[in-house]
């Protein structure tokens, strides 16, 4: 079967996905000369674990008249309305990676659009897995579906899965979406270390969206990627995760530490080659030659406030354009 333009059919679910392999040329665009870009931080924290000050990683990216979501990490709806968006009004949803701190909030995304009769179709762009995970949800939706009809009266309602398609990215991907450019490229989150294999069947991606004159880099989750670098080059906004390695790793090895000793070592051995230090996010910003550096999903302990300070100075040790760190709601 050619994935570039097949329909994917689960055996389980019958339900009929798009995925396409993006890795051709652009397609043909609107005219992006006069689309503005902004970029609105919905969800900050990196996960797993749930944090009171801020939501898992999701991001709103506005084009012009259109509204995407990049990640959708739990509690991205909820963000999404105190934007002052509607579910109905994302149309797209890019993933850069499976893990569940990404992905969380896709689900309620999906059902909600679909409950409120939102109109068009989800489009959600993602590694390959991407597929599997949204079957999956739609599935899970079937249940609701059958209620929906009975208080209907047994009039028709939207099938789940008519209302959602996927589009399989991988490395080299680049294509036009609404007027758009949108690149990606395989990072290093998913590097083959001791014990683990290099390939885990998807990928983890970063981004790039490009609109006439603006661009923006966004990491998603990656350690440092010469890969990443060379995307990122003459964007004006880089994105980028963070993480503050030295104390994470002693809240890791610490007289309270939940983790049992034996899996310490494997788990730090990932956040120091598979994540980003504000010096690393800030070197990455100075080789874009970007103007901007924002950094988000942040690896930290306490509140955004307390450490945004120390994270600014050691990113400014390598990159001497302006730094923010990232609470959620901020737009840039």
Same mark, same amino acid.
């Not at 789940?160 to 036009?176: A, F, K, W």
């Not at 980003?276 to 550096?293: H, V």
């Given at each position: 079967m050619n994935v570039r333009d097949a329909y994917y059919k689960s055996s389980r679910t019958a339900v009929a996905l798009l995925a396409v392999l993006a890795t051709g040329g652009a397609m043909a665009a609107d005219d992006p000369a006069a689309m503005a870009l902004a970029w609105t931080t919905l969800g900050t924290a990196g996960g797993p674990v749930a944090n009171a000050e801020r939501s898992q990683s999701a991001n709103l990216l506005s084009a012009g008249s259109h509204h995407w979501l990049v990640d959708c990490g739990d509690g991205a709806v909820e963000r999404?309305?105190?934007?002052?968006?509607?579910?109905?009004? %994302? @149309?797209?949803?890019? #993933?850069s990676h499976l893990h569940m701190d990404h992905i969380g909030g896709l689900q309620g995304l999906i059902g909600l659009r679909w409950m409120t009769n939102a109109p068009g179709v989800l489009t959600v762009y993602g590694p390959p897995g991407t597929d599997r995970l949204v079957s999956g949800i739609v599935e899970s939706m079937q249940p609701s579906a059958r209620v929906a009809i009975a208080l209907k009266g047994g009039k028709p309602?939207?099938?789940?899965? @008519? %209302?959602?398609? %996927?589009? #399989?990215?991988?490395?080299?991907?680049?294509?036009?979406?609404d007027g758009v450019r949108v690149r990606s490229v395989r990072n290093s989150h998913f590097d083959e270390r001791p014990g683990v294999p290099a390939d885990v069947g998807t990928e983890s991606l970063s981004y790039r969206f490009d609109a006439g004159a603006n661009a923006v880099g966004y990491t998603g989750d990656t350690g440092v990627s010469p890969q990443v670098a060379r995307l990122f080059k003459g964007v004006g906004l880089v994105v980028s995760e963070v993480i503050d390695l030295e104390g994470t790793i002693a809240n890791i090895n610490g007289p309270h530490s939940p983790m049992p000793p034996e899996t310490r070592p494997g788990l730090i051995a990932h956040l120091k080659s598979q994540h980003?230090?504000?010096?690393?996010?800030?070197?990455?910003?100075?080789?874009?030659?970007?103007?901007?550096?924002v950094l988000t999903h942040l690896a930290i302990s306490g509140p955004t406030d307390a450490i945004a300070p120390a994270l600014v100075a050691r990113a400014r040790a390598a990159f001497s354009g302006e730094v923010r760190v990232a609470h959620d709601l901020d737009q840039f």
């Open positions: 999404l309305a105190a934007a002052k968006r509607l579910a109905a009004q %994302v @149309d797209k949803v890019f #993933i309602h939207p099938r789940p899965q @008519d %209302v959602v398609n %996927v589009v #399989i990215l991988r490395d080299g991907s680049d294509l036009t979406v980003l230090t504000p010096q690393q996010a800030g070197d990455l910003a100075a080789q874009a030659g970007a103007a901007r550096l």
